[in-house]
């Protein structure tokens, strides 16, 4: 199975998420604090029951930790570069950068594996289980902002080319397991602090405390039910 058709199950997976993010956005009526609130409670959700889980089973603590660190940094970098005078707007910008890192690891290691055709069930099968959450959770950003959906299309695009890109390095470079844990840490780090800092906090005295717990514990039962499935 070749990178551009795995690149194609990848579009159509977080194109699937997309359009169960769509359905809750018209539940909510747009309302861009509960679309936040549910990306916050969705994203910590998706951290806590997958991606720091699985993470120290597959890498050393010492990297991810780093890398957590690294990405703390970095988010506080890129979050002065891309809305320096309107800190109030959750970034997609951001979100997506970290969700393009945290697929790096994936990619390269698919990319290894894409010559064993007895995989190839298995890995399409995981691609599109695994990047559900993705497309939930950048279309519910992106919603979150009121966004046109012809740019959410183009991130869309721009995702699936990297994970194509990605997954071609693969086949020729085997990244060492430090340097992939590290990789895990920083997307650890840029999607923590996003969910916490730019989608939760920002709307702590905007909405009463009930509506707050709402959004964000129906955030956490999602991811919870997206783990469920792909598990």
């Known amino acids: 199975m070749s990178a551009m058709i795995l690149g194609g199950f990848l579009f159509f997976s977080i194109s699937i998420g997309g359009t169960i993010a769509w359905v809750f956005s018209k539940l909510f009526q747009h309302t861009a604090q509960g679309l936040s609130l549910l990306c916050g409670g969705f994203l910590v959700g998706l951290l806590i029951l997958d991606i720091i889980p699985s993470s120290f089973q597959m890498y050393k603590s010492f990297g991810i930790i780093l890398g957590i660190l690294i990405g703390y940094l970095v988010f506080q970098l890129l979050s002065s570069l891309f809305h320096p005078t309107n800190y109030q707007n959750p970034s997609v910008s951001l979100l997506?950068?970290?969700?393009?890192?945290?697929?790096?690891?994936?990619?390269?290691?698919?990319?290894?594996?894409?010559?064993?055709?007895?995989?190839?069930?298995?890995?399409?099968?995981?691609?599109?289980l695994h990047h559900l959450p993705e497309g939930f959770a950048l279309t519910t950003a992106f919603l979150s902002q009121s966004e046109k959906l012809w740019k959410l299309f183009i991130y869309f695009i721009g995702f699936s080319i990297f994970f194509i890109i990605f997954i071609l390095i693969g086949q020729y470079w085997d990244l060492t397991i430090r340097a992939q844990g590290i990789l895990m840490g920083l997307s650890i780090g840029l999607i923590g602090t996003a969910s916490i800092s730019e989608f939760i906090l920002h709307h702590v005295q905007t909405v009463t405390c009930k509506a707050f717990l709402t959004y964000i514990l129906l955030g956490y039962l999602l991811s919870y039910m997206f783990h469920v499935l792909a598990g």
């Not at 969700?99 to 698919?110: A, E, K, N, Q």
């Open 96 to 128: 997506a950068i970290a969700m393009v890192i945290h697929t790096i690891p994936i990619c390269l290691t698919v990319g290894n594996l894409l010559g064993n055709s007895a995989l190839s069930i298995t890995i399409t099968a995981s691609i599109i």
